[in-house]
């Protein structure tokens, strides 16, 4: 039997991290993964949709090149090319995670894994079998795709995201069922490369974790786009065709159905805890996830979980904080919980939205006396420049102490242009401290500079 310091159970961005974290410290280390390493983030998920993001960003510009001066009389699209892209992008990183797990000297267990004590691991590959014992366990088997009774996926005309990004042709139509992160990105997408677009969304608005003046621009610039949304709407159903699908829902106490080439169920992701031996040795669970503590263990001690398996935020970036710190715990380091008011949350379609700490309506409730700030790109020599005046920056503070305590950015680059402001959250930058501090000209980040002179009283450029 083969012995490990370290087992990990699945390759994502919270295992492969982890890995690599705790081969770097001195321990031996193995990881167990059943597909590809990066899991869905690096092959179906964040990466190779930004690389389709990028591709509807370029055929945008091409469309709108005359207002540069540039006149484009003709031009074509091959969508496969446009798809193979976007895998290409993450097969290059999939073997670059390959890589280092062998220069890290990491063993690469091939198969699924599943717990049959606090110790030991069994890891079945095709007729395969194989025990493997481990000092600690750490699981990040991740999520996948949430579906309900009445809308039952079949990768053809109710897909996933990942069948989304792999079709062979943009459809005519296609409704969106739900409207996060995932939902919008599609949504955007699709309607870039001319599908007509029908979003749907049980609560009132689009982007419903997102501050509700986000949420409004959003909207406004989806419309504006082209893209039909259809919020406070109940879906009820989604039955299937060889040419349609039908979609019935519920909206204002009338029911109704619309047809549509496709429908994209994006209605969140649920824990892969079955399969995994979780019921063998008493790890709890709950609402599809597995229970943990601050530390990242579960309620048997030399068992650690991280990643999208441990509940929301469902966000690759904390999978890899977990990551660190389930290391660091083992290795008895001292170790910072991971605090989730400064994990920043990102929507990489056009106009981009980031956030990071509490929204305008979360401050109130919670108590807070507040100074909102506020800066249009509007008024941004660089947003003009490029020719993207679309959207704001709102910085939220606490009135008694000036403290940042929530920050909110829609338009261009917004998803770049949130990492100053999870710095100063981290740094509890006040509104002073971003409001004189120095930022270069021009740029796109002087609007959070010119945001917190707003919340001051005092803005220079509106």
Avoid at 85 to 97: E, M
Avoid at 150 to 178: H, Q
Avoid at 387 to 415: C, M, Q, R, S, W
């Amino acid at each position: 039997m083969k012995k490990f310091d370290i087992a990990i159970l699945g390759g994502g961005p919270g295992g492969y991290v982890a890995a690599i974290r705790g081969a770097q410290l001195g321990k031996k280390v193995c990881i167990i993964e059943k597909d590809k390493l990066g899991g869905i983030c690096l092959n179906w998920g964040c990466i190779p949709t930004k690389a389709l993001l990028k591709n509807a960003e370029v055929l945008n510009q091409i469309k709108s090149a005359d207002i540069y001066g540039i006149n484009i009389k003709s031009f074509s699209i091959d969508f496969k090319k446009n798809i193979m892209r976007s895998r290409d992008v993450a097969n290059r990183l999939n073997k670059g995670i390959e890589f280092l797990m062998k220069k890290n000297k990491i063993s690469q267990l091939s198969g699924v894994g599943k717990l049959l004590s606090r110790n030991e691991l069994k890891v079945t590959n095709n007729q395969n079998t194989e025990i493997i014992e481990a000092e600690n366990i750490i699981i990040a088997t991740g999520a996948r795709p949430r579906a309900f009774p009445g809308m039952e996926l079949d990768g053809k005309r109710i897909i996933s995201s990942k069948n989304a990004m792999t079709l062979d042709n943009a459809p005519k139509n296609m409704v969106i069922i739900g409207s996060g992160a995932i939902g919008c990105e599609f949504a955007y997408y699709y309607n870039t490369f001319g599908t007509k677009v029908h979003i749907l969304e049980l609560a009132n608005r689009v982007l419903p974790i997102e501050d509700t003046d986000i949420s409004k621009e959003l909207e406004k610039s989806f419309i504006n786009k082209g893209i039909k949304i259809s919020t406070s709407t109940k879906v009820i159903k989604v039955e299937s065709s060889e040419t349609k699908v039908q979609i019935f829902f519920e909206k204002d106490n009338i029911q109704s159905s619309i047809e549509s080439d496709v429908a994209l169920l994006a209605i969140g992701v649920t824990g892969n805890i079955e399969g995994i031996g979780l019921n063998n040795i008493g790890v709890e669970t709950s609402q599809g996830k597995i229970d943990i503590n601050k530390n990242t263990q579960t309620n048997i001690p030399n068992i650690y979980a991280i990643g999208d398996v441990s509940g929301p935020p469902w966000l690759a970036h904390r999978a890899s904080a977990q990551a660190h710190i389930a290391i660091g715990h083992i290795l008895g380091q001292k170790i910072k919980p991971i605090d989730s008011s400064k994990i920043p949350s990102c929507t990489y379609c056009q106009p981009q939205v980031a956030s990071i700490g509490l929204t305008e309506l979360q401050a109130k409730d919670a108590g807070y006396n507040i100074k909102i700030g506020r800066s249009s790109f509007q008024s941004s020599g660089k947003a003009l420049a490029l020719g993207d005046p679309e959207g704001f920056v709102k910085l939220i503070f606490d009135k008694k102490y000036g403290e940042l305590i929530g920050a909110h950015i829609i338009g261009n680059e917004a998803t770049e242009l949130i990492a100053e402001l999870g710095i100063a959250k981290e740094l509890e930058s006040t509104i002073e401290d971003l409001a004189f501090s120095i930022h270069a000209h021009p740029t796109l980040s002087e609007s959070i500079m010119e945001a917190a002179l707003d919340a001051l009283g005092s803005p220079i450029h509106h």
